[in-house]
């Protein structure tokens, strides 16, 4: 992994290497959400149980423990979104590290997935801690030398109002299907001035749906027995640029940077500074995940 130090930025708080000895003078905020990460390692609230249960179960745990896919959202009407097991259970790559090199003081990772993130970070110097709700998420980002809690983002979490950076990649600001809540949970966690980092649809596209998580390789219909937490459908969102920027203004952020990278693309926006609008009258705009004009994946694309 890289070992090259992100560069410091003005506008926020900059984490110092991390090395045998503490800093001297290491930043308060820094120290407090690190004595708050610490003091609640390995508790489990009874408020994440609900959330945890469609993550935690096959197939999603299968394809983390396996390190591969074939993974999907799997809409009512039967589109499939491909989730990306693979690239999430190996090391961060180039367009990873163009995000990783941007944050700023302690950074929560939200979702985290397999660590990958996470452990970078680590190896950065940041401090840095990934919630998920799945169990084999947080093992495996244990594993490879990451902190990690099982806890959804709408659960009480360490350090809140202190992080300097949250990050929402690999598809996460869909959480929850709607996004201007995710803004708001995400601006009452950072510190004032703190950096959120989003990873949004290479498309222009604002849609809602209620997804289940799929292996591809039954239809539902050939499923037996009765129903368990993985085939529980879940709301989820999937949101371009623009759309993102427009629930950012709409809610008091400010834009901070957007860039692209493997075909990826990020937007950066600053932390609301006091009260904050809580406008959703953006959420007009958006339009329905099942409509028509999504381009389907096609039966010879799955994995037998």
């Not at 992994?1 to 560069?7: A, E, H, I, Q, V």
């Not at 990772?109 to 998920?132: K, N, Q, S």
């Not at 990649?169 to 989003?198: E, F, K, M, Q, W």
């Not at 039954?218 to 640029?241: L, Q, V």
């Amino acid at each position: 992994m890289s070992t090259m130090l992100p560069p410091s930025s003005s506008s926020g708080t900059a984490t110092a290497p991390a090395t045998a000895t503490a800093p001297a003078q290491e930043p308060r905020e820094t120290a407090e959400a690190s004595e708050a990460t610490r003091s609640t390692a390995g508790t489990d609230p009874r408020g994440a149980e609900a959330r945890t249960a469609p993550w935690g179960t096959d197939p999603y745990a299968n394809a983390l423990r396996n390190g591969r896919g074939p993974l999907f959202l799997r809409r009512s009407d039967g589109w499939l979104l491909p989730l990306e097991v693979e690239r999430w259970c190996s090391d961060a790559g180039a367009a990873d590290l163009s995000a990783l090199h941007r944050c700023e003081g302690p950074v929560l990772d939200i979702g985290c997935g397999p660590g990958r993130l996470v452990a970078e970070l680590t190896a950065l110097g940041h401090r840095a801690l990934g919630i998920d709700v799945s169990e084999a998420a947080v093992a495996r980002t244990r594993r490879i030398g990451g902190s990690a809690l099982l806890r959804s983002v709408f659960d009480p979490l360490p350090g809140e109002g202190r992080w300097g950076t949250l990050l929402l990649v690999d598809g996460n600001i869909g959480i929850g299907g709607d996004p201007a809540a995710l803004l708001d949970r995400a601006a009452d966690l950072l510190s004032t001035g703190g950096l959120l980092i989003a990873e949004t649809s290479p498309l222009d596209i604002d849609e809602r749906a209620q997804v289940r998580l799929d292996d591809g390789r039954r239809a539902p219909a050939e499923k037996s027995g009765p129903p368990g937490p993985a085939d529980r459908p879940f709301p989820w969102a999937r949101i371009g640029t623009p759309a993102l920027l427009r629930y950012a203004g709409a809610c008091g952020w400010r834009p901070a940077d957007q860039w692209s990278a493997e075909g990826r693309a990020f937007v950066s926006l600053r932390r609301p500074r006091g009260p904050r609008p809580r406008d959703r009258s953006a959420r007009t705009s958006s339009q329905s995940a099942e409509s028509a004009n999504s381009t389907p994946v096609i039966s010879s694309q799955l994995e037998r």
